[in-house]
């Protein structure tokens, strides 16, 4: 069935830090793409996203690449600050059509210091 | 404007109870989804209601759980016979239109504790 990997965290950074956060993906249709995250003490709210092959998702300073031939959907920022301290998520969508629930990898957990 | 909400915040309950939690989407929302995030399972699918459809349940982990959602609105999800290992975050999501490249839009959470 479709799946989602997400690197293990935590991962911790020193503030103007370069980000990468892998996430690989199986499915065997044409799923959307996504970046959820959530902030301490605060619900899910998405980062990012792309519906189609080599779409580039962007917030907030952060981006991510849908990569078909590597099944991938990196997040990557070029420099975070405290403010970015979350756990990420890499979600994608099951079946296409009317439905759209998400299957997420296991979470990134992202401490900056300062 | 509003966000989802649910509620209770928290609910801790004895092995063997049933708990009801609820649901309050984004007025006019058609979509409506429960997920479970939980320490050893991450975050899974459980169930999703889109307008006056059958709703497809087949994330729900056993005859245990159930949902409905009254008036295409609000949601409720029953969990009979608790045991500790429906101890989670149940989370409500909904969307616009169901489909696989709308945003879903989570509420707060309910953390059940079963002891």
């Known amino acids: 069935g479709n799946s989602v990997t997400q690197m293990e965290g935590p991962v911790t950074l020193s503030e103007e830090a370069f980000l990468t956060i892998n996430c690989t993906y199986t499915?065997?249709?044409?799923?959307?793409l996504f970046w959820y995250v959530q902030y301490p003490g605060e619900g899910l709210q998405l980062l990012l996203k792309?519906?189609?092959?080599?779409d580039k998702g962007s917030n907030k300073g952060f981006e991510a690449t849908y990569r078909k031939e590597t099944t991938s959907f990196h997040l990557e920022k070029g420099s975070v600050q405290v403010s970015d301290s979350a756990v990420y998520f890499c979600?994608?969508?099951?079946?296409?059509?009317?439905?759209?629930?998400?299957?997420f990898g296991k979470g990134t957990k992202l401490s900056v210091k300062p | 404007g509003a966000g989802v909400s649910q509620s209770p915040s928290n609910k801790v309950t004895e092995k063997g109870k049933d708990v009801e939690l609820r649901c309050d989407p984004i007025?006019?929302?058609?979509?409506l989804y429960w997920y479970r995030q939980s320490l050893g399972q991450g975050l899974e699918f459980l169930i999703y209601?889109?307008?006056?459809?059958?709703?497809?349940k087949s994330g729900l982990p056993s005859d245990r759980f159930s949902a409905e959602r009254t008036g295409g609105s609000v949601s409720t999800l029953t969990i009979q016979r608790t045991q500790q290992e429906d101890s989670a975050v149940y989370l409500c999501?909904?969307?616009?239109?169901?489909?696989?490249?709308?945003?879903?839009?989570f509420g707060p959470g309910t953390r059940l504790t079963v002891t």
């Open positions: 209601f889109q307008g006056n459809s059958a709703p497809d």
């Open positions: 979600a994608l969508s099951d079946q296409g059509g009317s439905q759209g629930n998400l299957i």
């Open positions: 999501a909904s969307s616009s239109v169901g489909g696989q490249s709308y945003e879903q839009y």
């Open positions: 792309a519906t189609k092959a080599d």
């Open positions: 499915a065997t249709g044409y799923p959307s």
């Open positions: 007025s006019g929302h058609t979509a």
